[in-house]
């Protein structure tokens, strides 16, 4: 199909579709490590290039590609290269992109193993990252070097639901010849399409609401041709490819992915509201509320405020692990963007490895509750929290 004609919703249900010989309706899975040649000609032509088609799964599948196609229609990127996870999208990106002796200017309000990637593995490898803050456009100005070669941001941030001004970030990476890589985690591209606002690189871990059921691991990169030609080239070398069985999953929850997005929102809205109005909330972080100190930019660059909501409760940790372990019905755990609402304690999870006083520095106090607000009915998520509250 001719994609610049249709709408997103259309094209979340039908982008990329490829059917086989047997004309199914619902995209195949192609459950194949590798595919047969006619003769020995057509391998060879295969091989060089000379012939498109598919050779071995670690390069390309047709379920993959059938997912690709669908998130890069979405997202208006020429490419889309499906990964294993989301860190192995972010690592594709950067090992495609950089080299040793480059620097990268970083928000500092990033998910935690995507900190220690530039800290940690890419530091090994010669590049080295500046953190900067999420909110505060002239410290990304101040940041650049001559050899800084990426900008990369999440937003919102986790958990704090910080907003990154992205075509103002934009600019500052274009005035420095630098590209600018936008997580879109988040929000995807039902809410928030950072292409359009100027960046040169969407990455998405699929795990989250592109999946949305909480059931498989995925990732992707999106922008030009010529852009994710060295990062489609590391990912067929080094194998953090993504699984056929998983492409299929992932195009299933783009089927889906407005509605969810949608619900979630409007569930994560009337939530924070009520939970603004609780004696023993202290600050709520959602990005829709009107209180959110970045408000207005959050809904000039996304249709909504999202599906995380954080709050934090007086009485610190001891308070904040009560109403945790009050809850009958939230799941504790990590995970986010499922259709079932989840509820973690950042400052020992998921930011546990930080220390105490950066913690406080990027105001993760003791004292947060982060909620992915899931699409149970608001009244059961609110009589589960107020059993603690
Ligand atoms: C979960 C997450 C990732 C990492 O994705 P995986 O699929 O778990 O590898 C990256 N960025 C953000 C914002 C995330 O929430």
Redesign the pocket.
Known sequence: MTEAKYQPETLALRAGTERSQFHEHSEALYLTSSFVFDNAEQAAKRFIGEEPGNIYSRFTNPTVTMFEERLAALEGAEQCVATA????A?LSACMGLLKAGDHVVASQS??G??VNLFNNVLKKFGVETTFVSATDVAQWQAAVRPNTKLFFL?TPS?PLTEISDIAAIAAVAKSANALLAV?N??CTPVLQRPLQLGADIV?H????YIDGQGRV???AVLGSKKLMEPVYGFLRTTGPTMSAFNAWVFLKGIETLKLRMEAHSANALQLALWLEQQPNVARVFYPGLPSHPQHALALKQQKTGGGIVAFEVKGGKAAAWKVIDNTKMLSITAN?GDTKTTITHPATTTHARISPEARAAAGISDGLIRIAVGLEALVDIQNDLARGL
């Open positions: 996870s989301g860190m192995s972010i990033l998910f193993s995507t999440e986790n997580d985690c988040f990455i871990s699929a795990t989250k691991l995925g990732g986010l």
